[in-house]
């Protein structure tokens, strides 16, 4: 399906290297770095082991940089690498501002952060901003005593009469989000485990203390963050209860509307302030914003377009079928929201894409298809570390296998997170490559086949296929900066678009079906009138009629028209 021309080869790979290489945050038609830029999750306890311990670290990550550059990527966001206690694998943090020796030293990461910036390639980090670890020396202080210089750093309140919490809000962890501490005689209020200690965003001190730890990583050559939880950031000053909803959640909690401890209008206050320091700096701020609906998201942006730069439409990562209609809705959706979109379809949260769309039969196909659709939409793609080689899940099938707290409470409703956190799958040596030692989590027996120094050699691979993608989407002005026109929109099984640039535009038409589907196209309304296209990729001919164009089960067809 994924033919394409010598010539348009070299084009390409030689237009795209420029176009990374560049380090200017703005272009001369004003977009910004990131807007061009395709963004790569690293998980780095999973990514590349460097000294045989079973655990990735960032030297690993530094060995792959050159893969990483000619995959097409240009930043690199890394899941927290702070000291940290790992109760839950990084996510609590105990200091802000040093390494955890697991992954290596603040020297290491400066190595990396050069060695990166010399490829073209921005490193991001994850900013857990809603809570510590109950062994940050912060919690630490505000714990041992009710007088001591930061206790009001976080939440703590007397209980209600017999004993009981403050009110009836539950742990998105399961249980109780108070836990009682005996020494001072009050609750502390933990949105996510015990271990992790919301921060009291109220207090200036908080508030500075926290927008001090960017700048202190800003000076060390990061070019922005995630941010974690944003949602999770105030509560109630009243505590008032969260009403009860029906039924049970998966660890057997009453369920509950989060009114009172989610999405306050206070958070944007927040985000506004961030927004400026990292303007300040030529940063970028991408959201973990799950959101109900594209209202919600729309609020992220900021009214003036003064928050963040690139909330992530968590909504799109959601739409668990292959659906063109449910596609249409979601994609015109965000477009419409006034921001720049941000496409996400797996983090280290999310059940792989390979697994949530595959249909057993079809998964290598439907890979690539659904590699077209998000790396050829309007606007920033987010990859996770494994997908561009069609890793699946590997989920664990006994209790006692389970490495994440989620899976160990909730299952076996709840099986955790550890099937989309297995370590990347290099070759088909002992480990996938990822290790000399013991790996922290299994690997698949798919590294046998799926990794990608085979993929590297097949060309019709699902890697060869994001590395042409990629290379594509950087050498194109309209896949760079054109606008979203849908087309045929009542057309059940394929899902077609145009990204329209001045005089010229791509074409993208994508089978979702296991059918073959005949379509066509009458682009004069959109302003070509053009009756071919010179395609892309996607089919074997180097000029398809729009009148008549043949597409496989789940194939994909990319062409570029002009007037």
Known sequence: MFRKSAALILLVAGFSGFIRSQTKSVDAEGHQWWQHAVFYEIYPRSFMDSNGDGVGDLKGIASKLDYLKKLGVDAIWITPCFPSPQVDFGYDVSDYENIDPMYGTLEDFDRLEKAAKKRGIRVILDFVMNHTSDQHPWFIDSRSSRTAAKRDWYMWHDGKAAGG??????????????????KTGQFYYHYFYVQQPDLNWRNPAVHDAMFDVTRWWYKRGVAGFRL??????????????????????????????????????EVHDVLRDLRKVADENGAVLIGETYTDDIGQLKQYYGDHSNELQMPMDMMFAQVNKL????????????????????????????VRSYVRYGDGQHNQAI??????????????????????????????????????????????????????RTPMQWNDSANAGFTRGTPWLPVPPSY???????????????????????????????????????????????????????????????NM???????????????????????????????????????EPFAVYIGAVSK
């Open 165 to 182: 919490p403050p009110n009836n809000w539950v742990s998105l962890f399961g249980g109780p989000a108070w836990t009682w501490d005996e």
């Open 228 to 265: 974690d939880a944003v949602d999770t950031l105030f509560e109630d000053p009243e505590l008032r209860d969260n009403p009860v909803l029906p039924g049970l959640n998966k660890y057997g909690d009453p369920r509950q509307k989060d009114v009172y401890n989610l999405k306050l209008p």
């Open 323 to 350: 659906s063109p209609a449910e596609f249409r809705r979601q994609i015109a959706a965000v477009d419409s929201a006034g921001g720049w979109p941000v496409f996400v379809l797996s983090n280290h949260d999310i």
């Open 367 to 420: 890979a690539k298809l659904m590699a077209a659709l998000y790396l050829t939409l309007r606007g920033t793609p987010i990859m996770y570390y494994g997908e561009e080689i069609g890793m699946e899940n590997n989920d664990p099938v006994r209790k006692e296998d389970v490495k994440d707290p989620i899976g160990r409470l909730g299952w076996p409703q709840e099986k955790g997170r550890d099937g989309e």
């Open 448 to 510: 046998k086949t799926v990794n990608v120094a085979g993929e590297l050699k097949d060309q019709a691979s699902i890697l060869q296929v994001y590395r042409r993608l990629l290379a594509l989407r950087h050498h194109n002005p309209a896949l760079l900066d054109g606008d979203y026109v849908a087309l045929n929109e009542n057309d059940a099984n394929v899902l077609s678009y145009l990204r329209r640039y001045k005089n010229q535009a791509v074409l993208v038409a994508l």
């Open 513 to 551: 079906s296991s059918q073959a589907q005949e379509v066509s196209f009458d682009l004069v309304a959109q302003g070509f009138p053009a009756k071919s296209a010179r395609t892309l990729m996607g089919s074997s001919a180097k000029v398809s009629s729009l009148s008549h164009l043949s597409l």
